[in-house]
């Protein structure tokens, strides 16, 4: 029997029980704060994720509920090169262990590789989703290729931006070397 599960109030347990799987795309304009990260986000502009559930035992034995989770969209950020608009997709895909106090989770998080969370009747998988890929932004967006460089220059004497100054590698090398 196929199951309907609703993501923001997602029953974390049932759901890794049943070997539960979730997918779709929720609009841009849902997920606040990702949002304001986008400079002119489009109104169709969506974010789509995936969802498995599982059941693992632990080490000790104890089976304990698992969320392998993935997600994707594009924000319209700042080139941090030419300092115009850049469509910049920003994922992730990381698994989640849900354990059952917020005391365990502290303790647990520190010692596994895994994210471990705190188990709820009613777990919003949205805000999961949105907090991951808040996390997944890129430091420093930029075009893989900047478009005309009329436009750099115009930003330059704008705001006095020179062009980034990376360190030549071959000279780092000999520095190296000495
Ligand atoms: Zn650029």
Not at 57 to 69: K, R, T, Y
Not at 127 to 139: F, G, K, Q, S, W
Not at 143 to 155: F, G, N, Q, W
Request: with cysteine; net charge negative.
């Amino acid at each position: 029997m196929k199951h309907e599960y609703v993501p923001r109030s997602l029953p974390v347990k049932a759901f890794a029980q049943a070997d539960g799987e979730l997918s779709g795309s929720v609009p841009l304009a849902e997920m606040e704060r990702l949002h304001s990260e986008s400079l002119e986000p489009a109104d169709t502009a969506e974010v789509s994720f995936s969802a498995e559930g599982e059941m693992q035992e632990d080490a000790a034995g104890q089976l304990e509920p698992w969320i392998h989770l993935s997600g994707a969209t594009t924000l319209v950020m700042t080139c941090q090169r030419c300092l115009t608009p850049v469509a910049t997709e920003i994922e992730f895909e990381r698994s989640f262990r849900f354990v059952a106090s917020e005391a365990l989770a502290e303790v647990e998080d520190e010692e596994s590789e895994e994210d471990v969370l705190v188990l709820s009747r009613e777990f919003n998988l949205l805000e999961l989703v949105e907090d991951e890929l808040l996390m997944a932004i890129p430091a420093v967006p930029k075009h893989e290729e900047c478009p005309a460089p009329v436009k750099l220059e115009a930003v330059d004497a704008d705001f006095d931006i020179s062009p980034a100054e990376k360190p030549n590698p071959f000279a780092v090398l000999q520095q190296l070397k000495k």
